[in-house]
Structures are given as structure tokens and as C-alpha cells.
């Protein structure tokens, strides 16, 4: 048994080494399938992160009419926070709303004279009120529009921003039904590609097989050495395509960061190495090994 | 470097260890390639143990045909062939790579391996069969020195002459000592001198004990043979006779 598996590797990496543009251009297809489906994986994840954090980043914020008591205000918030849907309410006064507006527009000379103009302090004090979920924003608007404390409130800038809240989420779902679908295709279309190029790679040796039955050799005999062919070119498109996939990452990773600072790509890859690792092991040896068995098959019946 | 006395001498003793061959039967087989060419009609005839029989007959007489059926390659139409009283194509798949090892053939257009060298292609039937790599290594060489290829062990096929591919699909049929020699125009394409050298191997592994098959066009080994000549014509066998002669 050693001795059969010894053989068929060591034939196996003979026919491997002996046609290297054959050899060259499975590890080629087989990188950038590896390569593809790599990056579909991590994409998932990073728009899975992308809308998480757009999803925590999406509030509403109540404001209270001028003058009302701090202490009303504060009522307002505990009652709110006993609701079970709601994950964080943050109470901002009026010193503090003009403390951040000020900060904020410190070096826009118009909107500091306008604010001097205007006299005292413009704002209102507010509520921001954030939910585990982003599709309750709707009934709790609701809720405290029916509320008690409905007197209290100035206005509710939910119905402001409610458009641009539905269309980042209807794009977010949007992005993640179309990454699923992508995904799919690339994907099959991958496995086309491999299978194809194996199976011209056997086509190549139909006689050769032929020959290998007629003088008494099994199947597994014969499929052995091409079986090891394929996993020989799949860890070999397994190294490659992580090297490179490291590299584009590390390389990457900053310019994403520019424009989300909480987004790391490449913590994100070192994170998820070992899963990588056995994706891209996985796909390469098995795109091999299947498609090698089902492009021999026919070759094997003499 | 052996002498050529010596490597003999050494086959000589390989050959001895050749196993006892079995009986073949051929019964009422006829075989019509679509859509109707038939290229044996109603075979019958047997071959006992350590029997040397020839084939002769014209180019498409049948005689590949034949060779291919024994070998489980085609089926035949009608018919059955019993190989040891084994039908040969009810053998499962599975099955059918034990049952070839008991056959060496000699085909008519060689078919070596093209991608392994000469020692490779002769080698590949012992690793088929499970033989220790020590085995190979000592028995590879001598089966080479015996049909004359010695200098030719790193060659791939398409670096040989038409004679040494010959020779070396000789060599491959007789080296893991089969019961059956099938040998298809063995010397089809061999100069007298390495056609007589031939002839007496084969005798001589006949004599051994291995059932020979020879088919031939080749009148003069026949007519010195003295042994059982079938003959085909337009795949029916018209004459069958021990001690024959080439009559055509």
C-alpha cells in the first residue's frame, strides 16, 4: 500500500514537473479561483461590518422645547431607556449642544458671527436615542409622539433623516443579496474554468490511459498519479494565492482605513487566517481532485 | 557490462520461473463493427496450456480483432471467449486489471507509454503489479539485454526506431512472466536477424511453459515453426491445422 501511494505521488509529481506550462497554467486558473473565492469570504465579512456599523451609527434624536427643565428632560430619558428595544439613550444639554457646535465650526469665521448675532444659546436640549435595531426607529418615533411627555418635545428629526436611513439599509441589503448572487456565479463559473483546464490536461493523455488499462492497471492506478497532480497544483496555487492575497491586503489596508478608520483589512485577514487558509487548501485541492476524477472517468472504461 | 551469453543465460532462469499457462476457448464469436462490417463470424476453436499456435491470414482478416476480444477490449457480438474457464466478458470492471496481468501482449502498433522512457514503460507493468522496487531494478535491465535495448534505457518512444519500439513492447509483455503471451506481428517491423532472435524467445518461453498466440504475416517463421497454424480469412477460420504451414 505504501509503496502504491509512494508511486503514485512520485508519478504524480513527475507529470507535475515534466509539463510546466501545463502544470503553470492549472496553478494559474486554480489562483485565481482561490484567489476569487478568497476574497468573496472577506468581502462578505466587510460589508457585514460596513452595515453593522452603519447600523449603530443610525439614531434619532428627540429635541425638547426651549426652557425645558433639565430635570423634565432627564425623566423623559429614564422612561425611555426602560423600553426594551432601546440599547442607549444620551442625554445633551443645550451648553453642551452649543460646546460641540462651537468646536466644530470654530474656524468658520460666518458661522461664528452668526452665532454671536443670533444671542444666547439657540439650541435645544436632546435626547439621541439609538436601537438594537434599526427598523424599530419607526414605532418609536411613534411612541413618543403618543407619549405623555409629547408636549415636551420640540420635534422628533427622525422624519428628516428617515430617508437617508431606509436608503443606506435598502442599499446595505441590496449589497448583500448581490455579493450572495456574485458570489454563486464567480464561483461556478471558477469551477468551469478548472474543470475545463483539467479536463483538456487528461484529454491529452486519453491514449496514454488507454495503454495503462490494457497492460492490467487499475483505476485507481491510473487516476492516482493525476489525482496527485491535483493536489500537487492546488497547495502550490494555495501558497501563491496567500502570499498574494497578504500582500494586497498589507498593502491595502491603509487606503481603506482613509475612508473607514474602523475598518483594518489586514487585521481582518490576520484574524481570519487559519479560516482562509483552509478555504483556499480546500478549494485548490478540491477543485483538483473532483475535476480530475470526472474528466477521466470516460477514458477509464476499456 | 554482462555479455550477451551471460544476460541470456540469465533469462534463462527468469523464464523458468514462468508460470504454467491456462486453457483459452473461443466459442462461436463473431463481431460486426457498426454498421455492418463484420470482422469475425462464427470462431470456435480452443488453445490448450503451453500450446504455440500462429494466426495468419491477410491484413484484416480479423486477427487484431481477435487479440482485442481475448483481451476484454471489445466485446464481441456473439459469442463467448473462457479464459481458465472464465467467461473473459462477464469479468467485472473492477476485475478486468488482475485478469490482463495474467496476459502479455505484444500490440501491433507497440502502444508504449509516450510519456515514460523505455525502462519506464517496462517498469510500469511490475508497479502495476505490486512488485518491490529492488525486483524491478534487477529484473528491468535484464529483460532490456535480452531484446537488445540496453543502450536505449533512457529513451523516450518517439527516440526509437520502429523495430526498438518493437522490442520494447516485446520486453513489456514478458517481464512480470504472464500465462499468455499475445504477441500481434511481433517482427512486423524487424530486421532478420533480430526477427529470428525473437522467434526463438518465444520458443523458448513456449517451451517454458507459456501459452504462445502469434499472429503473423511473416511466411518463413511459420513454415520453420512446425507448430499449430490457424487461418483466418474474412474472419471465418478456414483452416486449422497441427504442424501447418503459410498457405494462402
Known sequence: MFTLIKRIFRSGWISFSRDGELSAATIFILVMTIFLISSLFLLRDVSQFLITNLQEKADISVYFKKDTPEEDVLKVKEEISSIPEIKEVQYVSEEEAKNTFVKKHEKESALMEALTEVGGNPFLPSLNITAFEASQYTAITNLLETSNFKDLIEKVDYYQRKPIIERIFSLASLLDKTGIILSIILGLLAILVTFNTIRLAIYNFREEIGIQRLVGASNWFIRGPFLAQGVISGIFATLISLSIFSLVCWYLSPKIAFFFPDLNIFQFFTRNLWTIILIQFATGILLGVISSTIAIRKYLKV | ????????????????????????????????????????????????????????????????????????????????????????????????????????????????????????????????????????????????????????????????????????????????????ILADEPTGNLDPYHTLDIVRLLLKINELGTTVILATHNKEIINSLGKRVITLEKGRVIRDEEKGRFIL
Open chain 2, 1 to 180: 557490462m554482462q555479455s550477451k551469453n551471460e544476460a541470456k543465460e540469465e533469462i534463462y532462469f527468469f523464464a523458468l520461473k514462468l508460470n504454467c499457462s491456462k486453457m483459452i476457448k473461443f466459442e462461436n464469436i463473431t463481431k460486426i463493427y457498426p454498421p455492418n462490417t463484420v470482422a469475425l463470424e462464427d470462431i470456435s476453436f480452443e488453445v490448450k496450456e503451453k500450446e504455440f499456435v500462429s494466426i495468419v491470414g491477410r491484413s484484416g482478416a480479423g486477427k487484431t480483432t481477435l487479440f482485442k476480444l481475448l483481451l476484454a477490449e471489445e466485446k464481441p457480438t456473439k459469442g463467448r471467449i473462457f479464459f481458465d474457464k472464465e467467461d473473459v466478458h462477464k469479468i467485472r470492471s473492477g476485475r478486468l486489471p488482475t485478469f490482463r496481468h495474467k496476459i502479455g501482449a505484444v500490440f501491433q502498433d507497440y502502444k508504449l507509454l509516450p510519456s515514460k522512457t523505455t525502462y519506464g514503460n517496462i517498469a510500469y507493468v511490475l508497479e502495476v503489479i505490486g512488485t518491490p522496487e529492488k525486483e524491478i531494478a534487477r529484473n528491468v535491465p535484464i529483460v532490456l539485454e535480452l531484446v537488445g535495448l540496453s543502450t536505449k534505457v533512457n529513451n523516450l518512444p518517439a527516440e526509437l526506431s520502429g523495430g526498438e519500439k518493437q522490442r520494447a513492447a516485446i520486453a513489456r509483455a514478458l517481464i512480470h512472466r504472464p500465462e499468455v
